[in-house]
């Protein structure tokens, strides 16, 4: 088992829907929580970061994260083409690795159709 | 804040070469990290710097890697007898000391091996 998974995609929304995207880890003490959006050809760019269990809301973002069940989410309202994207989970604290560094998720590919 | 600046940011070398990178860490962060990234995958954690010291490795830092940050600011990664496998992008991210803090990523160094 991936210590980090989520589902490769291709995602396909149309301009205006709801994109989910989904990311499950495999370790409890694990304690933070991030999603970064990464354009082709680019390096990884940071858009939420989360802590606690329940939502946190950032523009048309909002990461959820339910620690019981090993799961966090992001949600993009009113998706746009520019949000066209690959989105890495990334989890910080992965008993395996060390505390300070993160285990990705191999992303998922994001595309929002005009 | 000028961000995390990576150089150069393509690298194409003969196998068997050594090569070296630098980073450059957004200027308040006293930590630094490398990853490495082949496509398709998210990036996977090499080391970790607090100030000048290198505090973490990954078993996948083989002997023909090696990481400096001197004085605490910039950090080189060099890669000796450059392999096939070698081919990547290798990634600087820099953060705050605070348990919470995000990792910030420079733009990369892409390194072909011919």
Redesign the interface.
């Known amino acids: 088992q991936k210590e980090?998974e989520q589902n490769?995609g291709p995602l396909s929304v149309p301009e205006g829907a709801i994109a989910s995207l989904n990311c499950t880890y495999s370790d409890r003490v694990s304690?933070?929580f991030?999603w970064?959006r990464q354009y082709s050809g680019?390096?990884?760019?940071?858009i939420m970061?989360i802590?606690s269990n329940g939502d946190k809301e950032d523009g048309r973002f909002t990461a959820q994260l339910n620690k019981a069940s090993q799961y966090v989410s992001l949600l993009i309202r009113d998706s746009q083409p520019s949000d066209s994207a690959t989105y890495?989970c990334?989890v910080k604290g992965i008993t395996s690795?060390?505390a300070?560094?993160?285990?990705?998720?191999?992303?998922t590919q994001l595309t929002v159709l005009p | 804040d000028t961000g995390v600046s990576q150089d150069p940011r393509h690298k194409i070398t003969k196998r068997g070469q050594n090569v070296t990178f630098r980073c450059d860490p957004i200027s308040e962060h006293n930590?630094l990290?490398w990853?490495r990234q082949t496509l398709?995958?998210?990036?996977?954690?090499l080391t970790?710097f607090q100030n000048e010291a290198q505090?973490?490795k990954?078993r996948l830092l083989s002997d023909r890697f090696s990481a400096e940050r001197p004085k605490g600011s910039f950090s080189t990664l060099e890669i000796q007898r450059t392999e096939q496998g070698d081919s990547a992008?290798y990634?600087c991210a820099s953060s705050g000391l605070g348990?919470?803090q995000?990792?910030?990523?420079?733009?990369?160094t892409r390194l072909s091996i011919l």
């Open positions: 980090v490769s304690q933070s991030f970064y680019k390096s990884p760019e940071l970061s802590y890495l990334a690795g060390s300070r560094q993160l285990t990705f998720g191999s992303g | 930590r990290y990853y398709g995958q998210g990036p996977e954690f970790y505090l973490e990954s992008m990634l348990a919470d995000p990792q910030h990523f420079g733009d990369g």
